[in-house]
């Protein structure tokens, strides 16, 4: 099982990124997908969330309407697109699958993500 994060880097403030993910080694199609990011000296959270069936996403209140997740099964391939980005989106983002049947979890390495003039 694979989860292989990209897209991260250094960003003024106001800035765009897409982060990607590319998942292999399980039915990408069959898993819920979010991505987290954590913070120095701060605990990991949920960023953005996007189910395996449906088009219910779900988003931190403080990434509301500046970033969107999106998905494409044929690409086993979950997006993030950041847009507006404050220094305090600085962090290092990670991707994660989850089995709503089986509760199993896969966790990418992370892409460190950096918002600063």
């Known amino acids: 099982v694979q989860l292989v994060e990209s897209g991260g880097g250094l960003v003024q403030p106001g800035g765009s990124l897409r982060l990607s993910c590319v998942a292999s080694g399980f039915t990408f199609s069959s898993y819920d997908m979010s991505w987290y990011r954590q913070a120095p000296g701060k605990e990991r959270e949920l960023v953005a969330a996007?189910?395996?069936?449906?088009?219910?996403?779900n988003y931190a209140d403080s990434v509301k309407g500046r970033f969107t997740i999106s998905r494409d099964n044929a690409k086993n391939s979950v997006y993030l697109q950041m847009s507006s980005l404050k220094s305090e989106d600085t962090a290092v983002y990670y991707c994660?699958?989850?089995?709503?049947?089986?509760?199993?979890?896969?966790w990418g390495q992370g892409t460190q993500v950096t918002v600063s003039s």
């Open positions: 996007i189910p395996s069936v449906g088009a219910s996403t």
């Open positions: 994660n699958a989850r089995s709503p049947f089986t509760r199993r979890s896969y």
